[in-house]
């Protein structure tokens, strides 16, 4: 029998395209039909119980219980006339996928008969044990249950699976004792405490804002790969990632595949889950290959914060579920394969009002200019004052690979501006601010005008890791497996605690007698010199930029256990008890949690890898080995002289180097692990995984990629790159 590999590559070439048919070839046919959104409410609820519904949207403040009741029969009653059978509670854990508990809206009745129902109290909170997920020691203290709390700010919507249809209603999820078990609960909080700080700003300038909503549109990359190449190849299936292969001979230097033809059997699966997402109200609208083979990318129109996140969990599991009819598995995983691109989640993020003003689109008035520069001198004082937080929040055992490594942002939090707003701050930093207003138009108050339009496209950085791109911040350094709230509750967090203290600061200069635009602009320009030293326009990947950085004192963190510190420091727990974000015992937990994850996560890599090397790769190399030693018997036999089985003696001898070379460095990282499982403390334990297990991962590769390249190719039994990257 052949071996898997050649199993799998035959599947792969002998695949069908399924045929993939949208329900119309309009979209607003069937966008949005599977959610039960403001429309549909209207359609199913009295007036009064709309009303009360938006408001509590709008506000954030909780229902009425008769309302609740009202909502409940009213999304029941049109879930069931969808084919619906049974709702959940749908919620993100820190495990970092989403998690659902189904229940029927079946009950039996007294007289043997049954009903189905669906009360106002089974939308607005449920209870599921809490036990099973990470509480980071929360619950061990008090009790196992745990709460998810309906969160009308993202509407319920219905799931289709072959076998059927379940309703599902957004939720937070908080421990019994009150404190956030999710990444959901923290980022509300957050968006809250921006809404209130922009809003008080605002009214500097416009006394109409009532609200401001921070944007958010996430461009996500992934990779495909056939399914039994997929289950070929352990290290894909146990880590989601490669921990061996040797580099095909094309890779990406090309670069032929970046925005080429789609692949037909990729182009229906696109069509597939897109499908699926626009049905869910996901408003996806771009879709191209990225750099890599088999590399691809795909963005929705940018939504509400709260809402386009979860839009983005919900489009992972889409993906995920929709990839098997294609016979396709996605690749999520920061850095699947070693020595080509790896994928991030770019996050595009503004501010916009309820009156439809962008804060961070420059306008064309001076005053609007003020306003605008307001809240992007903000923005680049906030990432400034908390960089290492912004490290920390994009921190992961995966995306480790990809900061710092050549084809991500680095490690180091930086912020590009691009040449005309570096040259307005350059310019009011260096300006007398006036009180006159100057004879020169192209002055105001000293200061110089912000170009109203600006040349956006032609100098964007791909290399800073959080770049100004017309009228959008892109955090670009978040790793495309990543739950964006995490990036996002801190964003927003210190975005509205600096908003707080610039108004502070402003008010006192009014106060002492300065006429506000001056007062503003006064302040605009102490930040501006303030946080020079986080503005970067070169190239972000090259090493000179890693020396600048570190004589201008930024942090270069390259790894998880450590940038997380920044979690829990004084400075931190300050800024999130003041903002209302993180108490002190939830901050210190979720800090736990994820070095939790992450050692658990080594300790799974290396353990696939010492397994792969024994029982996979060591029988290869030693199998081909005795082959090499049969042949060279028989030559000998026959009288053939030494010089002529030369070559064989050769990779006989290096076949043994590289096989010992393995076999050790196995053995040394499985007694390195053992004494990394006996220490306690779980930021020490990462450390140990981080320095003391991981470095024996690329020497092992290194010999094992070189036993891929000498062993026949006949008897390799792994998928090799040529094959996961090139084929489908
Ligand atoms: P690219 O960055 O590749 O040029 P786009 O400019 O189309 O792509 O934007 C990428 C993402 O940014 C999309 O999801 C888009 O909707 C979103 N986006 C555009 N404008 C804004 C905005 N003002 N606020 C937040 N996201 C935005
Ligand atoms: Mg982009």
Redesign the pocket.
């Known amino acids: 029998m052949s071996s898997l590999r050649f199993q799998a590559i035959n599947a792969v070439l002998s695949r069908t395209i399924p045929e993939v048919k949208p329900p119309s070839s309009k979209i607003s046919d069937f966008y949005g039909v599977n959610v039960f959104d403001k429309k549909k409410m209207k359609d199913f609820l009295s007036k009064e119980a709309f009303q009360s519904i938006s408001n509590s949207i709008e506000s954030g403040e909780s229902l009425h219980r008769e309302v609740s009741e009202q909502v409940a029969s009213a999304m029941k009653a049109w879930a069931m006339n969808k084919g619906a059978t049974h709702y959940t509670h749908w919620f993100q854990p820190l495990t970092g996928s989403t998690a659902e508990k189904h229940d029927s809206f079946f009950e039996p009745t007294l007289d043997g008969s049954a009903i189905e129902r669906f009360s106002g109290d089974a939308l607005v909170q449920q209870e599921p044990d809490a036990s099973s997920f990470p509480s980071g020691g929360i619950r061990n203290t008090f009790e196992a249950r745990g709460y998810t709390a309906w969160d009308p700010s993202s509407p319920a919507f219905i799931i289709e699976s072959a076998s059927g249809k379940t309703l599902c209603i957004p939720t937070v999820f908080v421990s019994y004792t009150g404190e956030a078990l999710d990444y959901k609960a923290p980022l509300l909080k957050a968006l809250s405490a921006l809404d209130k700080a922009s809003i008080d700003v605002c009214h500097y300038f416009d006394r109409s804002i009532e609200k401001v909503t921070a ?5 996500q990359e992934y990779f495909l790969v056939d399914t039994a190449l997929f289950n070929a190849r352990q290290d894909l299936s146990m880590t989601g990632r490669t921990l061996f292969g040797h580099m095909s001979a094309k890779g990406q230097q090309l670069e032929d595949h970046y925005f080429g033809t789609i692949p037909e059997r990729v182009y229906a699966y696109m069509l597939d889950f897109e499908t699926e997402a626009l049905k869910l109200g996901i408003p996806l ?2 879709r191209h290959n990225e750099v890599a083979p088999s590399q691809f990318e795909c ?4 939504e509400e914060i709260n809402l386009a996140i979860d839009h983005n969990q919900l489009l992972m599991d889409l993906m995920d579920k929709v990839a098997k009819r294609h016979h396709f598995k996605v690749l999520l995983h920061e850095k699947p394969y070693a020595g080509i691109n790896g994928s991030g989640k ?1 996050n ?3 501010l ?1 009002t309820n009156t439809g003003k ?1 804060l ?2 420059p306008g064309k008035t001076p005053k609007n200019n003020l306003m605008f520069l307001t809240f992007f001198v903000n923005t680049v004082r906030a990432v400034y004052e908390h960089a290492d937080l912004m490290r920390a929040s994009i921190s992961s055992v995966n995306n480790d690979h990809r900061l710092g490594a050549n084809e991500a942002p680095p490690a180091i939090i930086s912020i590009f501006l691009g040449s005309q707003l570096n040259d307005v701050l350059d310019e009011i930093e260096t300006s007398r601010v006036t009180k006159k207003v100057k004879e020169d138009p192209n002055l105001w108050h000293g200061i110089p005008k912000v170009p109203s339009i600006l040349l956006d ?1 032609t100098d ?1 950085n791909r290399t800073s890791p959080f770049a100004f ?4 911040f ?1 955090f670009r350094a978040v790793g495309s497996s990543a739950n964006s709230s995490a990036p996002m509750t801190i964003l927003n967090t210190i975005v509205a605690d600096q908003l707080v203290k610039f108004k502070t600061e402003v008010d006192k200069l009014i106060k002492k007698g300065d006429k506000k635009d001056l007062a503003i602009l006064t302040v605009i320009k102490k930040y501006i010199k303030e946080s020079k030293n986080i503005r970067f326009e070169g190239n972000g990947y090259s090493d000179e930029w890693e020396k600048e950085a570190a004589n201008r004192g930024l942090s270069n963190i390259k790894t998880t256990p450590k940038a997380l510190d920044a979690y829990i420091s004084e400075k931190a727990s300050e800024l999130f008890e003041k903002t209302g974000v993180f108490s002190k015992r939830e901050i210190h937990a979720r800090h736990d949690i994820l070095l939790e994850s992450f050692y658990k996560k080594l300790q799974i890599e290396a353990r696939v890898m010492g397994d792969m090397v024994n029982s996979i790769i060591i029988p290869a190399a030693i199998s081909y080995q005795s082959k090499l030693v049969e042949n060279v018997k028989g030559l000998k036999d026959i009288g053939f002289k030494p010089e002529t089985y030369k070559a064989q003696m050769e990779i006989i001898t290096k076949l043994s180097e590289h096989i010992n070379f393995i076999k050790t460095n196995v053995d040394e990282m499985v007694e390195e692990r053992k004494k990394a499982n006996v220490i306690e403390d779980s930021r020490e334990k990462s450390i140990a995984y981080d320095e003391n297990v991981k470095k024996y991962f690329d020497p092992i590769r290194y010999h094992v990629d070189k036993i891929e390249q000498m062993v026949d190719d006949s008897d390799w039994p792994l998928p090799k790159f040529r094959e996961l990257l090139f084929i489908m």
């Open positions: 944007s958010l549109g996430i461009e609208k771009t963005a929705p129109i940018y770019h595009n993020w503004s916009i962008n961070l689109s496209n964007r791109t017309g009228n959008k892109e």
